[in-house]
């Protein structure tokens, strides 16, 4: 067999499963589960697998077609999917690799496998507290929801020790005990698809975020909590995302050719806009502000600000918008966008006399901020200018209900 089945360059943490019958035989699949197996694999053919010893040495095995072994780990690496078998041998995910995931309640009536530097999830609904030490008649450190994940550092008596840490920084990571039966080894994934743009954090609850992922990228999902939010993980990144932000179909956005009139894109400036908001998009407890009001049947202008008490959070901005049949043009503090219609695929909207040229125009998109898509996106350069929206880069320049705010 090529050695490219080989995950090769890791050791393997695992021991052989043993077929002694346990005290409380659990079968599933017409064979006894093992505690800790995750899954059972067979080959579709003859194969060869490997594993690396401590002298980095490496001993083969020869497994035949239709042999199963069961299944201890599933991870995600820079080279894809791989499985941690029995006895420390690890196989990267071919076509020549059939996996089946013993089902988690299957595994929970044998108990979860906790290895040190594994991770695991709070799978009781009302979450669990974390105590300073293994009993339950201490005071709590900390409590985490349904769906958070821990790291196991070791396990006493009916108790794992884990590390959690929310995603709000170093000073509240947490180390202490949960009980065994609160938590659970994290399923094996299936494939799902966002539908919109999604920034995501390691925990639900976390502050910090991760990546811009574009709407119709594929992700693998693994398990959903109770307050509607998905772990899912996009190669080597794992972390939460609002589980309507997901989809089992593929998500096709429509491209289109060109925009044929000024109507279909422009803010409505015949209409005044009186905007305020406690809860911005990027920040809580920010009030936000703005008076919008026609000057002329073709031109929109106002200003924009927002506050944190009786401190200016983000700067006071104007903003105009003069419409025609013909062109748009957008007026922001120092910045002019000019757009001329009809405007097609291959042509350039210009930027304070700079031209950049537009890639594609959709008729469809949602930012990753929004569950708001907006209508006939166009792409030119790091600006995408939508239906009464302008956006570039991090900033989101400005909205018919919003404006300005550093991502």
Known sequence: MKKWLLSLTIAGSCFFATDALAKEAVVWD??????????????SKDVKVYKQNTDETFTSLVVKKGNFFRVYGVEQTSIGKVYTMSGGYRVQATDLVIYREVPLSIQ???????TKGSNI????????????????????IGHTKHGAILQVIGTEGDYVKVMYDPGQGSDYVVEGYVPKNFVSAIPTATTQYLT?????GKQI???????????????STYFTTVSGYTYISIGNVFGFVKTTSLSNDKVIDKPLQKIDVSANIAFDTTKEINYGTSDSPATSGVTTSGLYKPVSPNSLEGTIYSTDGDVEFFKKSMFQANVTDKEIVYKIDDMTIKLAFPVKVGDA??????????????????????????????????????KEYIYQGTQFYWHAWYHYVEL
């Open 196 to 200: 919109e743009e999604v920034r995501f």
């Open 121 to 140: 999830f709070v799978s009781s609904k009302g979450g669990v507290a974390i105590k300073p030490e293994p009993r339950i008649d201490v005071d709590s």
């Open 349 to 386: 909207i210009e930027v304070n006399g700079k031209k950049y040229k537009i890639e594609k125009i959709l008729e469809t998109y949602t930012p990753h901020y929004s569950t708001s898509t907006v209508e006939n996106a166009i792409f030119a350069g790091d600006f995408v200018i939508g």
């Open 108 to 114: 929970q009536q044998l108990g979860t496998s906790f």
């Open 205 to 219: 609850e976390a502050t910090s975020h991760m990546g811009n992922y574009p709407r119709g990228q594929k992700v």
């Open 30 to 43: 017409g064979a006894e589960v093992d505690y800790g197996q995750v899954g059972k694999m067979t080959f």
